[in-house]
Nanobody, 117 residues
Framework: QVQLVESGGGLVQAGGSLRLSCAAS????????IAWYRQAPGKQRELVAS???????NYVDSVKGRFTISRDGAKNTVYLQMNNLKPEDTAAYYC???????????WGQGTQVTVSS
């Protein structure tokens, strides 16, 4: 099992920044891709960003140039640096381990990001 705990969310004004953390335990963190998802009120959950075991990254178009995903293998942690936040970024953010499109583990509590206008 891979246990992931999200943290770092909060309330910020538009244009502000947050760094989310995804701390892993319980399994070999380095063998999995890690992805950040978000779900806003009334909307479907969407894939925001992912980072592969080799360090390659992908982003949904709406966050390209603003968000950066990274991983620290020594700390078993993946980060999502979010800059120039917009109200439409408001959502609960979740991280998941993945093998291709197969999600590993379960959804955690997430961390809430609220961006005021």
């Amino acid at each position: 099992q891979v246990q992931l705990v999200e943290s770092g969310g909060g309330l910020v004004q538009a244009g502000g920044s947050l760094r989310l953390s995804c701390a892993a335990s319980g399994s070999t963190f380095s063998i999995y891709d890690i992805a950040w998802y978000r779900q806003a009120p009334g909307k479907q959950r969407e894939l925001v960003a992912s980072i592969s075991t080799g360090g390659s990254t992908n982003y949904v178009d709406s966050v390209k140039g603003r968000f950066t995903i990274s991983r620290d293998g020594a700390k078993n942690t993946v980060y999502l640096q979010m800059n120039n936040l917009k109200p439409e970024d408001t959502a609960a953010y979740y991280c998941r381990a993945r093998v291709a499109t197969l999600l590993i583990g379960t959804w955690g509590q997430g961390t809430q990001v609220t961006v005021s206008s």
